[in-house]
């Protein structure tokens, strides 16, 4: 049964690339934010604006590869761990947008930073984008990575694998190099409580089309989600309404980048990814 997650990334690279540090990288920081109930373990590295990076389903701040060392050279990266993954312990709480988004605010207020950018990936946008919704206050700019605004925005081969998403599916989980860099999580508990979330419906049209803040969203050339939806998004943001003029002028505020030649299983580890979002997040204007 395939999933959503790096699976192809996690057996092939994902140990021996999280194993090694370089010299160049920057010291990292780790500590646990009592939110919500939870002990919710964060990363910090860098200096200057904050931003919190969200990780997708299943993985924790692993799955980003990189993309931590390379923004902290110019900002405060806090990488996050949500509820029942890495090194957060999960709790007695079902998973749900609107809880693990009330913790992302948490951890901001609990930080003591005024606000804060949030690059959120897959389950880690949807999260991001309900933080933006609920907590406009400790937002800053926002980045989506193969992110959806509702459920039948997957394709449904995808939807499909999520209606049988089950704690068997943890199973396998047991035997991967994930399981050696996070040994506490419990496999079947996660996959049980991501299936019930991923099965529930949504719809945040309204919402996302009343956001204020700055929006960048980032998809693959070949994502799980379909395209018509990627457009959808975009337009409930402003953006293909209209040319934008010579000058630029009439373009909408919120950007949209489609990263050739990448899946949404390797697009939240790809050196692409940083290279995108860095014009976008150092633009200066208005938050």
Known sequence: M??????????GLLA????????????????????????????VSGSGEPIVLIHG?????????????????HRKVIAVELQGHGRTA???????????????????????????????????????????????D??????????????????PEVLAQFDHMGPEAGETLKRSPLAQIYPD????????KLGELE?????????VSGLKVPIMLVFADADSIRPEHVMEFYGLLGGGKQDAGLDGSRRPVAQLAILPGLTHYTIG??????????????ARGEK
């Not at 934010?33 to 002990?39: E, F, I, W």
């Not at 389903?57 to 050279?73: E, M, N, R, Y």
């Not at 400790?138 to 394709?155: A, E, H, I, M």
């Open 2 to 11: 395939r999933i959503r997650i790096h699976v192809a990334v996690f057996l």
């Open 57 to 73: 389903g299943v993985a924790g701040i692993v799955a980003f590869g990189d993309l931590p060392a390379t923004l902290a050279a």
């Open 90 to 136: 999960d709790i007695d709480r079902a998973f749900s947008f609107a809880a693990m988004a009330d913790d992302i605010a948490g951890l901001i207020r609990y930080l003591e930073l005024p606000r804060a950018d949030l690059l959120g990936y897959s389950l880690g946008g949807e999260v991001a984008l309900q933080a933006s919704i609920r907590h406009p």
């Open 199 to 207: 099965r529930s419906p949504y719809d945040w049209s309204a919402a």
């Open 16 to 43: 021996s690339c999280c194993a090694q540090t370089s010299a160049s990288e920057p010291a990292v920081r780790s500590g646990f934010a009592p939110v919500n109930g939870l002990k919710l373990y964060y990363e």
């Open 185 to 192: 999580v419990n496999w079947r508990a996660l996959f049980a």
């Open 269 to 282: 580890s790809s050196p692409a990814l940083s290279s995108v979002v860095a014009g976008f997040l150092n």
């Open 138 to 155: 400790c937002v800053g700019k926002l980045v989506l990575v193969s992110t959806t605004f509702r459920r039948d925005g997957w394709f």
